[in-house]
Nanobody
């Protein structure tokens, strides 16, 4: 059974860092691009970042460029999102997703394009 499990969320002060993990089970991530999304209360789910199956291509939302870094460890069947210089506006539930469009093109940040999702992990940035 295909499953994605996010972890690593929590409460952090502004300027702090967190590393989120997206662990896959029931299938291999080797041939899948992965997307990270987030959804804040009262807002629509938005694309944060994606990484191609090889790791050679990555995309970031403008709001997180220079602060977030996506990476993958296919041996661990896990994708990571390193989040630095966190701001209160980064507060949201963060989700990973697979079976969407290739990361190198358009559409990577559209939630409707992805078929499988994790349950999400809460990130709260507050002093």
């Amino acid at each position: 059974q295909l499953q994605l499990v996010e972890s690593g969320g929590g409460l952090v002060q502004p300027g702090g860092s967190l590393r989120l993990s997206c662990a896959a089970s029931g299938f291999s991530l080797d041939y899948h691009a992965i997307g990270w999304f987030r959804q804040a209360p009262g807002k629509e789910r938005e694309g944060v970042s994606c990484i191609s199956h090889s790791g050679g291509s990555t995309k970031y939302a403008d709001s997180v460029k220079g602060r977030f870094t996506i990476s993958r460890d296919n041996a661990e069947n896990t994708v990571y999102l390193q989040m630095n210089s966190l701001k209160p506006e980064d507060t949201a539930v963060y989700y990973c997703a697979v079976d969407g469009p290739p990361c190198g093109g358009s559409g990577w940040n559209r939630p409707a394009e992805y078929e499988h999702w994790g349950q999400g992990t809460q990130v709260t940035v507050s002093s």
